[in-house]
Structure formats: structure tokens, C-alpha cells
Nanobody
Framework: QVQLVESGGGLVQAGGSLRLSCAAS????????MDWYRQAPGKERDLVAA???????YFADSVKGRFTVSGDIAKKTMYLQMDSLKPEDTAVYYC?????????????WGQGTLVTVSS
């Protein structure tokens, strides 16, 4: 069993910064990538940024130039540095992890951490 634990959410004013953290524990041997999703009220859960052992592989257009993803897949840790935050970044942010194939792994989700950006 794998557990993902996020931390670092909170309330911040527009233009401010937050840093989210995610750590995986348990039998994490199959995990080969981790990413951040977010879900705003009344909207679908969307991919924000992705991280593999080779580094970041994806950023949503809405966060390019403002958010940075980093971490160590071998240690199953990941961070999301969020700068120049906007009210539209308000959402629950989820850490997600998975492996290279459905045969070897399954998707894992954290409980989510709320980010609220005030205008």
C-alpha cells in the first residue's frame, strides 16, 4: 500500500507564493512518475505539472512561467513552487503517483491540500 501526503497549502494574497510538498510512503517501488493536479470548485480535476526521473515533463499553459515542479522520484518526493499566484489558482491540489504500466502499478492519490488566493 502506498500513501501520498501533501502539505503546504493555505491562504495567500494574489501575487504571493506558496510551496507544496508531497511525500510517498509504503511500497513505492513501482512508482516512476509523480504529478500535481488541481480541482477548483465545480470544475474537473486538471493536470498542473508532471515530474519523472528525468525532470519536469509538463506544465499546464495556465501556470507556465509561474509554477515550478521539482523533487526526487527515487526518494518519492515532489514539490510545487507556486509564484505570482492568481485568484484563479484557487483549488484543491492533489499529488498523484503511478508507474509505467497498469500491469505493474496503479494510480495513487493524496488527500489534497487547499490553496486559496485572495484578490
Amino acid at each position: 500500500q502506498v500513501q501520498l501526503v501533501e502539505s503546504g497549502g493555505g491562504l495567500v494574497q494574489a501575487g504571493g507564493s506558496l510551496r507544496l510538498s508531497c511525500a510517498a510512503s509504503g511500497d513505492t517501488s513501482c512508482i516512476s512518475y509523480m504529478d500535481w493536479y488541481r480541482q477548483a470548485p465545480g470544475k474537473e480535476r486538471d493536470l498542473v505539472a508532471a515530474l519523472t526521473s528525468g525532470g519536469p515533463t509538463y506544465f499546464a499553459d495556465s501556470v507556465k512561467g509561474r509554477f515550478t515542479v521539482s523533487g526526487d522520484i527515487a526518494k518519492k518526493t515532489m514539490y510545487l513552487q507556486m509564484d505570482s499566484l492568481k485568484p484563479e489558482d484557487t483549488a484543491v491540489y492533489y499529488c498523484h503517483a503511478d508507474g509505467p504500466s497498469a500491469r505493474d502499478c496503479r494510480p495513487y492519490w493524496g488527500q489534497g491540500t487547499l490553496v486559496t488566493v485572495s484578490s
